[in-house]
């Protein structure tokens, strides 16, 4: 069955790096777009940044836009989000999604279970 | 500030009929699919409508979806208990070139 675990949160300094990883299973990784998706404790979601399904193309929240890069690698069936000079505002549960069709549409069908990251000194 | 606004709560008791409204602008709910997403606390979001009013296998017919120029709506009629839970709406922005999210509804079910 289609699978998305993301790993790599944790607990980082205010102006350090940090990469988070969502490995997938169940589907052909390279046919999808995919998504991460972030939500500070007790609060909403709010999108990230997508890529497509060949890499070509990558798009940003304005809020990590020149901080934040994701990536994929189709030979590891892995997604990647890239974090630097990580701010307190950061912090949140980090999910990754997989879109269901080629375009730019939020159309997720298959979320992870998420991955903490804390941005505190 | 969210870009897409929801009213941050709503309320029903068991059987009524509650909606959720989600109003946005001409570059993002205008021009572009709706989609609504439901959070049960300590879960990832699931899929509850795609393109502005269709229903995912396995979502009941109680939960339906509706678009009107910049806004949408999501309506549950018959509630339930297990209804409680955030819902978001969502939908591509072309002038932020990105996602954008409502600020999420919490709804009790009384």
């Known amino acids: 069955q289609v699978q998305l675990v993301e790993s790599g949160g944790g607990v980082v300094q205010p102006g350090r790096s940090l990469r988070v990883s969502c490995a997938v299973s169940?589907?052909?990784?390279?046919?999808?777009?995919l998504h991460w998706v972030r939500q500070a404790p007790d609060k909403g979601l709010e999108w990230v940044a997508f890529?497509?399904?060949?890499?070509?193309?990558?798009y940003y929240a304005d809020s990590v836009k020149g901080r934040f890069t994701i990536s994929r690698d189709n030979s590891k069936n892995t997604l990647y989000l890239q974090m630097n000079s990580l701010r307190v505002e950061d912090t949140a549960l980090y999910y990754c999604?997989?879109?269901?069709?080629?375009?730019?549409?939020?159309?997720?069908?298959?979320w992870g279970q998420g991955t903490l990251v804390t941005v505190s000194s | 500030q969210s870009v897409l606004t929801q009213p941050p709560s709503a309320s029903g008791t068991p059987g009524q009929r509650v909606t959720i409204s989600c109003s946005g602008s001409?570059?993002?709910?205008?021009?572009?699919?709706v989609y609504w997403y439901q959070q049960l606390p300590g879960t990832a979001p699931k899929l509850l409508i795609y393109?502005?009013?269709q229903r995912p296998s396995g979502v009941p017919d109680r939960f339906s979806g509706s678009k009107s120029g910049t806004s949408a709506s999501l309506a549950i009629s018959g509630l339930r208990s297990e209804d409680e839970a955030d819902y978001y709406c969502?939908?591509?922005?072309?002038?932020?070139?990105?996602?954008?999210f409502g600020g999420g509804t919490r709804l009790t079910v009384l």
């Open positions: 999604a997989r879109v269901v069709v080629t375009t730019t549409e939020p159309y997720f069908d298959y």
């Open positions: 169940g589907f052909t990784f390279s046919s999808y777009g």
């Open positions: 890529i497509w399904f060949d890499g070509s193309h990558t």
């Open positions: 001409s570059s993002n709910i205008g021009s572009n699919y």
């Open positions: 393109r502005n009013n």
């Open positions: 969502t939908a591509w922005d072309d002038s932020l070139s990105g996602v954008v």
